[in-house]
């Protein structure tokens, strides 16, 4: 009895939806109108995420449009590539998909841009009347931003990246920065107040807290950095480190590496030389600042066994680390500058929202990213997600959170400059610049112009 009665009410429910439909479609609503109007559903991947940061945003876009639903799915980050490569052969995949910024260039031939400031059009329902209600289905146009709209709106990095030849490839909904996570036990006992400013003062402390056997074996270590192959973003570390001491990474149109090269005001300076010899200092036997070699254990699992006194790394590691090692006593501070300098660098990494090339909705799957990367809409994201804000009105309130400060003060200064097609072989060539250095394959120079040209074959 109760199945046919809900089956009654279930056909009743489809008739009088055909006859709002049917209704809507004879007041002389137009044949694009009613087709835009149709049943949408967007498939989105992501890496990160999952509906408690993203639930309230989805929620939201289908209140306004409620014939687009969609699909969300998280994809473990080590899968994520292989999985989108498997879709597109398969003639599958998301409409919607979030890559890392240095995969924009790799994957822009995938990417469905949009011109600055150009149309988004959609269908949507609004009610009229305040008696005798009454439901209309309209034509709304919405617009991407205009470069001076994207300079407003987001930090300095975001549209340096997402506008190529006058289109927007993609929008972030946050963004990431370098920070210099310590250990405050580690730095109490050896009476260091607080964590390094400069990069000399880094040194200074590195070198307290650096402890060795007699047999020259590390009891701890003042830092996980110097070496290639057991530290996490060494491309990061390194980038940042040229780009403090004055390196131009790539030239004006971001298509060649010219981080090998001298100051154009100063030819006999090469600035990336200095940062590198500085960096691997750190892990050369013999030297005042040594304490780190390829021989540790992984930086993160170093730092969260409590064996080392700084690392490098992102805002995700936070979690990770409260998770594993519950009871240590770590903070976080932005990281160290060159002694007077008038500029301050950090460096950026993040994700940017993109629309495939193959949607068959591309002015829904483009509204779609266009609401999600609003302000208001990133501040829920962001707030819920825990993640540093790409969004210029959103980082005061971030400065007032205890965890995200450290990010948040620095997304203003941040910069990238990868704008290549294969990001993992930048890394390879950084890392070996590195390890020829400190085998002494190589001098510092040679190892530098080697790595440039390597870089050089991914544009």
């Given at each position: 009895m109760f199945r046919k009665k809900y089956s009654k009410l279930f056909i009743l429910s489809l008739i009088a939806v055909f006859f709002v439909t049917a209704g809507l479609g004879c007041r002389g609503i137009s044949k694009e109108l009613a087709q835009r109007a149709k049943p949408v559903n967007l498939v989105y991947w992501r890496t990160q995420d999952g509906q408690d940061a993203f639930g309230a945003i989805i929620q939201g876009f289908q209140a306004l449009y409620p014939h687009v639903s969609i699909t969300y799915r998280v994809i473990r980050e080590q899968e994520y590539e292989q999985e989108l490569l498997e879709a597109w052969a398969e003639d599958r995949g998301p409409d919607i998909f979030s890559i890392p910024n240095t995969w924009l260039g790799k994957y822009q031939s995938k990417i469905l841009p949009r011109e600055l400031g150009g149309e988004v059009i959609m269908a949507k329902q609004i009610t009229t009347g305040s008696i005798k209600k009454e439901t209309k289905l309209i034509k709304e146009v919405k617009k991407a931003p205009g470069l001076r709209q994207l300079r407003e709106t987001f930090v300095e990095a975001v549209p340096k990246d997402v506008v190529i030849d006058n289109r927007i490839y993609g929008l972030p909904l946050s963004l990431d920065v370098l920070a210099l996570y310590y250990n405050r036990d580690m730095l109490n006992s050896a009476r260091i107040a607080n964590a390094p400013q400069t990069w000399e003062e880094f040194a200074l402390d590195v070198a307290a807290l650096t402890l060795q056997d007699?047999?020259?074996?590390?009891?701890?270590?003042?830092?996980?950095?110097?070496?290639?192959?057991?530290?996490?973003?060494?491309?990061?570390?390194?980038?940042?480190?040229?780009?403090?001491?004055?390196?131009?990474?790539?030239?004006e149109r971001g298509d060649t590496a010219t981080f090998h090269q001298s100051l154009p005001d100063d030819p006999k300076y090469f600035p990336a030389q200095e940062a590198m010899q500085f960096y691997v200092g750190f892990s050369q036997p013999g030297s005042d600042i040594y304490t780190w070699n390829n021989a540790m254990e992984p930086s993160l699992d170093a730092f969260i066994a409590g064996k080392v006194g700084f690392i490098f790394g992102y805002s995700d590691y936070l979690t990770k680390i409260k998770e594993q090692a519950p009871k240590l006593n770590f903070d976080i501070s932005k990281v160290p500058q060159i002694a007077g300098s008038l500029k301050e660098v950090n460096y950026a990494r993040y994700p940017i929202e993109v629309i495939s090339k193959r949607t068959e909705h591309p002015h829904e799957a483009w509204a779609f990213v266009l609401y999600a990367t609003e302000t208001q809409n990133a501040k829920t994201f962001v707030e819920r997600s825990k993640h540093p804000t790409a969004h210029r009105e959103l980082i005061a309130m971030q400065l007032e959170d205890f965890d995200l400060n450290p990010f948040a003060s620095g997304v203003l200064t941040a910069k990238t400059w990868y704008h290549g097609k294969n990001y993992s072989l930048v890394e390879e060539a950084f890392e070996e610049m590195v390890s020829a250095v400190l085998s002494g394959e190589k001098t510092v120079e040679r190892a530098i112009d080697y790595g440039a040209k390597r870089v050089n074959l991914t544009y």
């Open positions: 007699r047999y020259g074996e590390f009891i701890q270590s003042g830092a996980a950095f110097g070496a290639s192959e057991n530290i996490s973003y060494v491309t990061d570390i390194l980038s940042l480190l040229m780009f403090q001491n004055g390196t131009r990474m790539a030239n």
